[in-house]
């Protein structure tokens, strides 16, 4: 594994994570784009409508949350179920179901996007602007659908850009020690 690899699949997913949303939203997104500067990775994905979707503008974050982050931490809507679960069994008149794990679950991100709203690019961040509950739940709802195709386009993007002759050149130069 390369010191960039996990770096690069990260900005891949999260692009793909806009662009999948966007696409299934109707907003006539592109492939993923990625770029390397010599010392950072870039990605953007352009769409052909203008105007903004939270929902989509979000996607890039929750995607990385959802098939990166949450993975690593093992937890996943079935613990989110459980956790819906324990709580309903305190109430013994009270039914336990899907749905309050879904909102669990989506409660759990939306806390994640709220502390790391820093860290979001100024792009997703103006396109996110007044979130709300709402369009988290239907971000996930749409991540959790569409997980293959995400993870199939930023596969795509990812083994594009390593195919470019100036970026493995760079990249090496970069493995060996030197600058990009």
Request: aromatic share 8%.
């Amino acid at each position: 594994m390369k010191p960039y690899d996990a770096v690069l699949w990260r900005i891949c997913i999260h692009e793909a994570g806009h662009s999948v949303v966007g696409n299934v939203l109707g907003t006539g997104a592109h492939s993923p784009e990625i770029f390397f500067d010599g010392q950072f990775f870039h990605g953007r994905v352009r769409r052909y409508t203008e105007g903004q979707n939270r929902a989509v503008s979000l996607s890039g974050e929750i995607a990385e949350l959802m098939l990166i982050d949450f993975p690593a931490e093992h937890y996943g809507i079935d613990d989110a179920e459980q956790s819906a679960a324990n709580v309903r069994k305190m109430f013994p008149n009270g039914r336990y179901s899907k749905r309050q794990g879904l909102t669990e679950y989506v409660g759990v991100v939306m806390d994640r996007l709220i502390d790391g709203l820093n860290g979001m690019s100024d792009a997703d961040r103006s396109g996110s602007d007044n979130f709300s509950i709402r369009d988290v739940k239907k971000a996930v709802r749409l991540i959790m659908k569409h997980e293959a195709e995400i993870r199939f386009e930023a596969d795509y993007a990812r083994k594009k850009f390593l195919s470019e002759p100036t970026v493995r050149r760079a990249l090496k130069r970069l493995e060996s020690g030197g600058k990009a």
